[in-house]
């Protein structure tokens, strides 16, 4: 079956620091991966996402590569903000059939970003 | 513009006792929908899912159940919790073509005691 491995945290970081989150997966078929946010007292959103191998999503200064030759899709920011606190969630969804949207996510990295 | 609506935000219960989660949409008709939880330390786990009134997939046997009544509402129940059903709660809708992004409500942290 599907599953996710996120890196733990906590990650603590100083403002404009460079930003990696690790993420890799197991999947069959060929899944669409995503990077989820949830930012502290709000639920979850969607914060970037590739469809493809080699695909780079990227949103808000955050990007991530589909890489399937390492089964990975790393977060990284080069310069994080205070404003980017939150937890971070990577998941993966197989598209059609009867996958109805499911995804199987990671169990979220909470990052700190200090002034 | 769609929205989602998760309540309560919070909740505490003794074991044994009913529970009743519900979640709402506007603005979208015919969403699927979904029930995630999330237990401490763990990742999001799907519950239930839903592509229309009164159908129902549950992904993981449990004390829990959950119904869709109407088009864009859909209830998370348990006739007894118990302590292993703590955790935060999150409804969720997406369109239904084919693979479509998540829009996830703010959840419910339930502490059952």
């Known amino acids: 079956g599907n599953s996710v491995t996120q890196m733990e945290g906590p990650v603590t970081l100083s403002e404009e620091a460079f930003l990696t989150i690790n993420c890799t997966y197991t999947?069959?078929?060929?899944?669409?991966l995503f990077w989820y946010v949830q930012y502290p007292g709000e639920g979850l959103q969607l914060l970037l996402k590739?469809?493809?191998?080699?695909d780079k999503g990227s949103n808000k200064g955050f990007e991530a590569t589909y890489r399937k030759e390492t089964t990975s899709f790393h977060l990284e920011k080069g310069s994080v903000q205070v404003s980017d606190s939150a937890v971070y969630f990577c998941a993966l969804g197989n598209a059609g059939g009867t996958s109805y949207g499911k995804l199987t996510f990671g169990q979220g990295t909470i990052l700190t970003v200090h002034p | 513009s769609q929205t989602i609506h998760q309540w309560p935000a919070t909740l505490v219960q003794p074991v044994g006792s009913p529970l009743s989660l519900e979640c709402t949409v506007e603005g979208t008709s015919n969403p699927n929908l979904y029930w995630y939880r999330q237990a401490a330390g763990r990742g999001l786990q799907l519950l239930f899912y839903s592509v229309g009134i009164g159908q129902i997939s549950s992904e993981v046997p449990q004390n829990l159940s959950a119904s869709r009544p109407q088009d864009r509402q859909f209830i998370l129940s348990s006739k007894k919790l118990l302590l292993s059903d703590s955790g935060f709660y999150l409804c969720a809708w997406s369109g239904t073509g084919g693979f479509e992004k998540l829009f996830f409500g703010s959840g419910t942290q339930l502490s059952v005691l």
């Open positions: 999947a069959t078929g060929y899944p669409s």
């Open positions: 590739a469809t493809k191998a080699d």
